[in-house]
């Protein structure tokens, strides 16, 4: 729990606050960060989604998929131009610049059918006309397509981001559910329990849901206490495929933009494989997680195949524009012993 004598960096929020699509950069609390703690000198904590974290989550998450240059948004951007869509473009720019230009004049367009300039043929000069005419609408056409294909990247990156879009997002603690101790005599949910360490020490193991929620804690630099400040989240759903409760996904991956490259990431990963290896209620275990993500980010793919992770499939396009130079990457883990024998 967060030092009570410390308001709670969830609570201090506005609650009339902006919606995240409105909020500019400067806006977001988590950039104000250094500016409350030293972050180089805290130690980090994972812990369980708490209901008082929702709106740092929601944050953390929309910042990591659309604000600044280490944002999916921001590589996808980068990645972008160099795509088969992009280069086409330039190819369709380029060709009409020569077209607008490099069209021969008319004294050089008679010599060519060795006719005669004085007088020119009316079909020729309108010929000539039409062709600089094509060459100014492909080039300006190109343009706007180039433009308008990085508006609908961003907005789909947006919507993927985007509370309002997203259930799960909206209501974070009853999508993913709460630790809980199932009385095994009644077969009835018993209390709830806050801390994973007393979860198992209850449980003995067996846990309600399959799914949770989890995200990484900033400790105050002097007494290693809990600041309640969120740098990291991530959850394990296991409701995606209704008719195989054994396959779970790895879901709302983000880590605060200031604290990549610290190891947050694998500790949340190797949280989530250490819950999925469970013994779950009536035996049954999961048998592989799944995720989904863009192949834009290199670094975040190598950390998931770092844990095993296999590619399965690449699908382009984005849902309900096939044409937008999207493309997501799944990947499956088999469990397997490896897991098992390191909760059993």
Avoid at 173 to 199: C, Q, R
Avoid at 213 to 227: H, I, M, N, Q, S
Avoid at 291 to 317: D, H, M
Wanted: overall charge positive.
């Amino acid at each position: 729990m967060a030092d009570p004598s410390k308001p709670s960096p969830a609570t201090s929020l506005d609650p009339k606050s902006k919606s995240l699509v409105d909020r500019k950069s400067e806006d977001f609390e988590l950039f104000k960060l250094r500016d409350k703690i030293d972050v180089d000198k805290c130690a980090i904590r994972i812990r369980t989604f708490q209901p008082e974290d929702a709106e740092q989550v929601q944050e953390l998450f929309w910042v990591g998929i659309t604000v600044g240059p280490l944002s999916s948004l921001g590589a996808a951007l980068r990645g972008s131009p160099k795509r088969p869509n992009s280069i086409f473009l330039y190819v369709l720019f380029v060709f009409g610049l020569y077209l607008a230009i490099f069209s021969p004049s008319l004294p050089q367009y008679a010599a060519v059918l060795n006719l005669p300039f004085d007088p020119i043929s009316e079909t020729i000069a309108r010929n000539i006309f039409c062709q600089r005419l094509l060459g100014v609408f492909l080039s300006i056409v190109s343009i706007a397509l180039f433009v308008a294909h990085r508006y609908h990247l961003g907005k789909a990156f947006r919507g993927l981001a985007n509370p309002e879009q997203n259930p799960d997002l909206m209501n974070l603690g009853k999508h993913y559910g709460a630790w809980t101790v199932l009385d095994e005599k009644n077969g009835m949910k018993g209390e709830e329990i806050d801390s994973e360490a007393n979860y198992k020490h209850h449980s003995g193991g067996k846990i309600k849901s399959a799914s949770g929620f989890w995200v990484a804690e900033l400790l105050a630099p002097e007494d290693r206490k809990p600041t309640g400040y969120i740098v990291g989240c991530v959850g394990l759903d296991n409701t995606v495929i209704p008719n195989d409760p054994a396959v779970a996904q790895l879901r709302r991956m983000a880590v605060h933009p200031l604290l990549q490259r610290r190891g947050i990431g694998r500790r949340l990963i190797s949280h989530v494989l250490s819950h999925a290896s469970l013994l779950h209620p009536d035996g049954f275990r999961i048998k592989a997680v799944e995720l989904v993500t863009t192949g834009f980010q290199p670094s975040a793919v190598g950390i998931y195949e770092s844990f095993g992770w296999k590619r399965v499939r690449t699908e382009f396009g984005a849902p309900g524009r096939w044409w937008l130079d999207w493309y997501a990457v799944h990947y499956r883990l088999e469990l397997g012993d490896k897991y098992y024998d390191r909760v059993a």
